[in-house]
């Protein structure tokens, strides 16, 4: 996976990430893009449910434990202490699709937008992160040179975010 082909989302918590990639998977594929995201979670996180038996086999010690139905299917895989993967490794776990949209990874090398929450007291990234392209947001920051997009206006950071990573039918 090329990583012209990832753009990223960043900004503090509660800032409305979730939200705005959400509206742009939905806008992207309905334009006949395949997408596919990666979410950074900062907290521990269970996507099983106790007493079900893909739990009971992680409990027990599995390494990976895959869910398959006819509607999808998962491989959970456990750390077991060891450090989270990094960023290029988790991409090289995706099959290959248009773009890869990216919910958190503040640090990563890759093009990004910087979303600012209108209640949010927490300092800006994009004047520290050269990678930051544009922002989202309520508001127009004075003194900030990169575009600016309305945090609802998804059609149009849509087609900025396929434009930046060349991305055409």
């Known amino acids: 996976m090329k990583l012209s082909k990832c753009f990223g989302v960043a900004g503090w918590k509660n800032s409305g990430k979730t939200s705005l990639v959400a509206g742009l998977v939905t806008e992207i594929t309905s334009r006949g893009f395949k ?5 950074h979670a900062h907290h521990a996180f269970d996507l099983d449910t106790p007493n079900t038996d893909s739990f009971k086999h992680r409990e027990a010690g599995a390494n990976e434990v895959a869910l398959v139905s ?10 077991h202490g060891r450090a989270e993967p990094d960023f290029e490794t988790i991409l090289t776990k995706l099959s290959p699709c248009d773009l890869v949209l990216v919910e958190g990874y503040k640090q990563e090398n890759i093009a990004k937008l910087e979303i600012i929450g209108s209640e949010s007291e927490r300092e800006a990234l994009w004047p520290h992160d050269n990678n930051i392209k544009a922002i989202a947001g309520d508001a127009k920051i004075e003194d900030c ?22 991305i055409e039918k």
């Open 70 to 79: 006819a509607n999808r299917w998962a491989i959970q895989h456990e750390l």
């Open 145 to 166: 040179p990169l575009p600016h997009f309305h945090r609802n206006d998804i059609n149009e950071i849509a087609n900025f975010i396929l434009k930046t990573c060349e």
């Open 35 to 39: 997408v596919s995201t990666i979410k």
